[in-house]
């Protein structure tokens, strides 16, 4: 079993940055691969980027490429997603995902956080 915890969205302005975190329990924390979904009122959940076990390998959507970059520490069982250059399009609840491969489909992941909202102004 992993818990994953989701913290950092906040109200931020057109341009700026932010770094969402997302601590997981467990000890095993290191055998899932992680991914970072979002899911904006009336839309459906989306694919935002995934990284490996060991954090040598990410993949991201073409919508935030070159502006979000995803990371892992897994010494402190922590993934991190760091936004830059927001939109207001960004807009969103940001969800953390434990699975064993990392993908761009929901199905693949076992485990989800409860979501942190980031709201981005124009």
């Known amino acids: 079993q992993v818990q994953l915890v989701e913290s950092g969205g906040e109200l931020v302005q057109a341009g700026g940055s932010l770094r969402l975190s997302c601590v997981a329990s467990g000890r095993t924390f290191n055998s899932y691969n992680v991914g970072w979904f979002r899911q904006a009122p009336g839309k459906e959940r989306e694919f935002v980027t995934a990284?490996?076990?060991?954090?040598?390998?990410?993949y991201t959507a073409n919508s935030v490429k070159g502006r979000f970059t995803v990371s892992r520490d897994n010494a402190k069982n922590t993934v991190y997603l760091q936004m830059n250059s927001l939109k207001p399009e960004d807009t969103a609840v940001y969800y953390c995902a434990a699975g064993l491969r990392p993908d761009e489909y929901v199905y693949v992941y076992d485990y989800w956080g409860q979501g942190t909202q980031v709201t981005v102004s124009s």
């Open positions: 990284i490996s076990r060991s954090g040598g390998s990410t």
